[in-house]
């Protein structure tokens, strides 16, 4: 039956284009450029210190900022193969690519802090996107890859936040004006018992602006811990 599936539905490799096994959505070759984030890297966004390593591995734009988030842990370095992924599958409704990214970002569990972390008392949840965007789109990236991923590691998932109205794309805006532009746009959602610790999902970390929003709505109504989870860092 699979090869006569593989016969009439052939796979081939998002990257490349060669034919691939019946249902990968990469080859072996191009899988080799994901690239899972091993060097030194900034204990709080991530970001790879490149040579430039701080006594305390923290990079020099997180030292002196406050964040409600206790650190991020992404997966994989960001480079043009994970790029064009996450771009298929966000904006050309590359939905047939979920289950790859969800196996991508679940390398965050290898990061030695949450290797070695008890989660019996945590929740996954998303940033979330404003109904009107979703709709656009077809769907909520970062909720979708949360409940997979959810599926995947057994560690529950609850919907915790909504954005209340649309906000402009924070890309290209500066520092003050992303902060600005995410002011009282993110509630708890007002129904659902909040728990004390949650692993916050999106697809990539840029600046940190929209999950320190998220981790600060979060804490200000009662969550004790937030560890933010994204594919890679712009």
């Not at 034919?19 to 690239?35: D, L, R, Y």
């Not at 030292?63 to 650190?71: A, G, I, K, L, S």
């Not at 949360?146 to 915790?160: C, D, M, N, R, V």
Request: proline content about 3%; hydrophobic content about 35%; overall charge positive.
């Amino acid at each position: 039956m699979k090869s006569l599936l593989k016969f009439i539905f052939p796979s081939f490799c998002e990257v490349c284009q060669q034919e691939t096994k019946f249902g990968q959505v990469v080859c072996s070759e191009c899988e080799s450029h994901f690239v899972p984030l091993t060097e030194e890297y900034c204990l709080t966004c991530s970001e790879k210190l490149r040579g430039k390593t701080m006594m305390d591995r923290r990079c020099i734009h997180c030292r002196d900022q406050t964040f409600h988030f206790e650190y991020v842990v992404t997966a994989y370095e960001m480079n043009p193969y994970l790029r064009h992924f996450i771009h298929t599958f966000k904006y050309m409704k590359g939905l047939y690519l979920t289950d790859f990214l969800v196996k991508c970002l679940s390398e965050v569990f290898h990061e030695p802090r949450l290797l070695e972390m008890a989660k019996e008392d945590w929740v996954l949840t998303s940033v979330p996107i404003h109904h009107i965007r979703e709709r656009g789109r077809g769907f909520d990236q970062a909720k979708l890859l949360a409940t997979k991923l959810s599926k995947l590691q057994g560690i529950p998932f609850q919907a915790t936040l909504e954005r209340v109205y649309p906000t402009q794309q924070q890309t290209g805006l500066r520092k003050k004006q992303r902060e600005g532009n995410l002011k009282h746009a993110i509630k708890v959602i007002e129904s659902e018992e909040l728990p004390d610790n949650v692993f916050l999902v999106d697809d990539v970390y840029t600046t940190g602006t929209t999950v320190n929003e998220c981790a600060k709505v979060l804490k200000s109504a009662g969550v004790e811990r937030v560890i933010v989870l994204c594919l890679a860092r712009r």
